[in-house]
């Protein structure tokens, strides 16, 4: 595993860790975004005839600029989805203390040596990131193959 492709694996997993206050962000944005169409199509329709033509164009952009980002939102959510499912489906194959593992580190966010006290048996930090090192290297190669069949 070259360290990019480590680094990549890594950031799936903080992604799927992270994928609820992600949603919640980009809904929050989506909610915000739709408040602003509803205020601009309330300002276009109120006052379209004494507005001049400048400000109207900028009216109708700003409208279209509003509609755009909300499909482009709702679609960074569905793949966001799509991918949580995948991850989830990989780390539910996973045994229990494999998954123990990612979500101490990902989820809770422990450090090497606190996750060594934490572990059923005796073992050092240093072992814990050599199983944490094979567990991305079976995560990317899973993930690959998922990928790969759901694109055909």
Request: net charge neutral; aromatic share 10%; with cysteine.
């Amino acid at each position: 595993m070259t360290t990019e492709e480590y680094e990549k694996t890594k950031d799936m997993l903080v992604a799927w860790a992270n994928y609820n206050s992600y949603v919640r962000q980009q809904k929050y944005e989506i909610d915000e975004t739709i408040k602003l169409s509803k205020a601009l199509e309330k300002n276009k329709d109120d006052v379209d005839c004494y507005i001049d033509e400048e400000i109207r164009e900028t009216t109708y952009n700003a409208l279209e600029y509003c509609k755009i980002r909300i499909k482009k939102l709702d679609i960074m959510i569905r793949e966001t989805a799509l991918f949580k499912e995948t991850m989830d489906s990989i780390i539910d194959g996973l045994n229990v203390l494999d998954k123990n593992l990612l979500v101490a580190r990902y989820i809770k966010r422990q450090d090497w040596d606190t996750m060594a006290t934490f572990w059923p048996c005796e073992i050092s930090s240093r072992q814990i990131q050599r199983i944490h090192r094979s567990l991305l290297n079976d995560i990317l190669q899973k993930y690959r193959e998922l990928s790969s069949k759901k694109q055909k």
